[in-house]
């Protein structure tokens, strides 16, 4: 029955959740058809008790009941291992409905060729849209994006979607000329398209009918949105519009130069409608990361930046998802309240459970804290709907790697690379995953390669990760504590983010403690800090005071 029920319900619309039920149901009655099978038999003559046998040599009723729960709660606790059926439990990796979405970008037909940011951010609102309905998988921008010149076949190889949203957008003065039709893969057929022509303050209307049109289409129950827009408000200034749409292509491209150019877009929109909830979330997004990005940014600015725009979005809006993301992930990076930061990504994922900022950042929460099924489930929920996205593939294999899953990770990070050959966080990856598990020598051509693809002196790089895989072996088999040369850091510059790590696996236990609280007091969101709780780097400091106390402070202790 459970066999069956494992097959068969999947593919009938019925969740995990049902066959999980069907299962314990099943173990629930194991040990009452064991106590009856011992005692009774089946006969022609209906069941009779056993007889034939010397009842006496068999042992007690409640002998063969205590074991038969006892092997009841063994495979119980075998199949649940691993597994957290917390808030997070509901949410399946994978959408098991039949419907599945590609978004593509709308096709810039403009004469000069110079409005491809607005066929981008014109289709990635309806994308947006089209995720918060029920029971439609649509995958996320960058999947889709990335294979905007596809064929239909390789887009249902690479995605497994099963139809297609496509179209050509051009201005024309004061008003739009856009094209939209929705394609079956399978078919290779038209399932419905339209032209429109709004004014371009009316194009938040263009994008509220394609989306209640491809609903309907596909007929997908809209559940709790009901009658409402599917659309989130916008806004009706096209100048602001303009420069928001700009600001969010620059903000997925994650560089600095881009990130600073889109600041400069969402400060441009927000100037030209003040009201512009969805503007003022992307500059909290901005600011927020720009450190990451930039190592001469202002932590102290960009913090305060990024707290205030994601407070004017919620005043605005007080359920902008983004600016509600945003803001948990700046209570936990720099005021370390990791239940005030999850509790504001919760009510973000509440609103559009498909947001996979908020799922990449809540998976870290969860993750720092030990609570690794909880998080392997939202990075696996992320990936799931930006699977071509080196952003969530790559936090997936920073999950797992802290879950100790290490092959997995290394795979997901190879799998990056692939594709990206010096994609940074992938490289990191490569470079903690191999030192973690002993493979020094493999370590150090990946941290010479992280350097070199940052920018940095070849040659100090080189020289570095030698002096670094003579130490961290020497450190893992003899315990004895080695350094690194303080003038080759110097060139390199590292940074708070790896710093802690890199020292740490070298035994260095000033150095580690210094870059630490150094992290600490700067409130610099590195993860060398943030991960201390869980990073078996840090394992020779666990029984040190002063480390001890820093876990205490970051609100990792207990």
Known sequence: MVEAADLVLPRLGGSESVVTSILVIALIGFPIAVVLAWFYDLTPGGVERTSRFDTASRAPAYTVGAGAILLVVAIVAWLMQGRNFSSYGSQEVVSNVGVSLAVLPFEDMSSAGDQEWLGEGFAEEILAALSRVPNLHVVARQSSFSLRDATLSELADRLGVTHVLSGSIRTEGARARIRAQLTEIETQSGVWSRDFRPDLTSVLDAQEDIARAVVDALEVELGVIGAAAIMSASTLDPIAYEHYLRGRRLWNRRSEADILSAIAHFEAAVGADPEYAAAWA?????????????????????????????????????????????????????????????????????????????????????????????????????????????????????????????????????????????????????????????????????????????????????????????????????????????????????????????????????????????????????????????????????????????????????
Do not use: C
């Open 282 to 558: 992307g500059l909290a997004y901005v600011h927020l990361v720009l450190p990451e990005y930039s190592p001469t940014a202002n932590l102290q600015l960009a913090r305060d930046r990024s707290v205030e725009a994601a407070a004017q979005a919620l005043l605005i809006d007080p359920e902008q998802p983004d600016a509600l993301t945003a803001r948990g992930w700046g209570r936990m990076v720099h005021h370390y309240d990791w239940n005030g930061a999850e509790e504001l990504i919760a009510q973000a994922l509440e609103l559009n459970p498909t947001n996979v900022n908020a799922l990449h950042w809540q998976s870290h929460i969860l993750s720092w804290q030990g609570r690794h099924a909880e998080a392997l489930l939202l990075a696996r929920r992320a990936a799931a709907l930006d699977p071509l996205s080196s952003i969530m593939r790559t936090n997936l294999a920073f999950i797992l790697m802290d879950a100790r899953e290490y092959d997995d990770a290394l795979r997901e990070a190879e799998r990056v690379l692939a594709s990206e050959p010096s994609y940074e966080a992938s490289l990191r990856l490569v470079w903690d995953i191999n030192t973690r598990v002993g493979r020094f020598d493999v370590a150090a051509t990946a941290l010479q390669t992280w350097f070199v693809a940052r920018g940095k002196d070849a040659i100090a790089a080189r020289e570095l990760a030698a002096v670094f895989a003579n130490a961290a072996s020497d450190f893992r088999e003899t315990g004895l504590p080695g350094t690194l040369p303080q003038e080759l850091v110097d060139r390199l510059q590292p940074g708070l983010y790896m710093g802690g790590q890199l020292f740490a696996s070298v035994g260095d236990r000033t150095a580690t403690l210094e870059i630490l609280e150094q992290a600490f007091r700067e409130r610099a969101g590195a993860r060398s800090l943030l991960s201390v709780r869980v990073n078996p780097h840090f394992d020779f400091l666990r029984e040190d005071p002063g480390f001890l106390d820093l876990v205490e402070r970051v609100g990792l202790g207990g």
